[in-house]
Nanobody, 121 residues
Framework: QVQLVESGGGLVQPGGSLRLSCAAS????????MGWYRQALGKPRELVAT???????NYADSVKGRFTISRDNAKNMAYLQMNSLKPEDTAAYYC???????????????WGQGTQVTVSS
C-alpha cells in the first residue's frame, strides 16, 4: 500500500504565502506524475498543478504566476508554494500521485487526506 500525507495548510491573510508538502510512503517502486488538487465547499475538486518525474509542470490558469509546484524524487515528496493568496484560494488541498508498486509493479493513483487552506482577513 501507499500513503500520501499532506501538511502545511492553515489560515493566512490575503496576499500571504503558504507552502504545502506531500510525503509519499509505502510500497513504492517509482512515482510518475504528482499533483495538487483542491476542493472548495460545495464545489467539485479541481486541478491546481501537476509535475512529472522529469519536472514538467502544468498549472490551472487561476494560479499561474502565484503557485509553484516542485518535487524531490529521492524523498518521494511534492511541494506547492503558494504566494499572493486570495480568498478564492480557500479550499481543502489534496495531493495525488501515480505510483508503481514495488510489490506487484502495478500502477495506481493515490490521494492524500487533504489539508485545509483558508485565506481570510
Amino acid at each position: 500500500q501507499v500513503q500520501l500525507v499532506e501538511s502545511g495548510g492553515g489560515l493566512v491573510q490575503p496576499g500571504g504565502s503558504l507552502r504545502l508538502s506531500c510525503a509519499a510512503s509505502g510500497s513504492i517502486f517509482s512515482i510518475n506524475a504528482m499533483g495538487w488538487y483542491r476542493q472548495a465547499l460545495g464545489k467539485p475538486r479541481e486541478l491546481v498543478a501537476t509535475i512529472t518525474s522529469d519536472g514538467i509542470t502544468n498549472y490551472a490558469d487561476s494560479v499561474k504566476g502565484r503557485f509553484t509546484i516542485s518535487r524531490d524524487n529521492a524523498k518521494n515528496m511534492a511541494y506547492l508554494q503558494m504566494n499572493s493568496l486570495k480568498p478564492e484560494d480557500t479550499a481543502a488541498y489534496y495531493c495525488n500521485a501515480n505510483v508503481r508498486s514495488s510489490s506487484d509493479y502495478t500502477r495506481k493513483n493515490y490521494w492524500g487526506q487533504g489539508t485545509q487552506v483558508t485565506v481570510s482577513s
